[in-house]
């Protein structure tokens, strides 16, 4: 049993949280609005994963680099600190763009 595969999660998700501070795209932009977002998205993909389960159509790798920690049958706990980071990269990203769009559109407002 080893952290590698949870400890690589957190340092990405320690890295989510820096850039969304430095560019203030989703948790420091409307913290209420992005938990909201965020949860939803974590529920829905632990539920689809949990329907993958029954079904069996998602079964856990055995690898060394996980805890070996279910958090029920066939769910690693790692599988929940990489769906988080899945939500929070894909807002960063979604928020990242929209500013950048956004600062494009003024710059060619100024060039006219």
Avoid at 10 to 15: F, I
Avoid at 31 to 43: E, F, I, M, T, W
């Amino acid at each position: 049993m080893t952290f590698a595969y949870l400890l690589t999660l957190l340092v990405s998700l320690a890295a989510m949280v820096l850039l969304d501070h430095r560019f203030r795209l989703f948790f420091w932009r409307s913290p209420g609005r992005a938990a909201v977002v965020l949860g939803a998205g974590l529920v829905f993909f632990l539920v689809w994963d949990l329907f993958g389960i029954g079904l069996g159509i998602f079964y856990r790798g055995e690898t060394t680099l996980m805890t070996g920690l279910l958090l029920a049958p066939e769910l690693p706990v790692e599988e929940f600190f990489f769906l988080t980071f899945l939500c929070y990269l894909t807002m960063n990203a979604v928020q990242g763009a929209r500013l950048l769009l956004a600062a494009r559109a003024v710059d060619e407002g100024n060039d006219g």
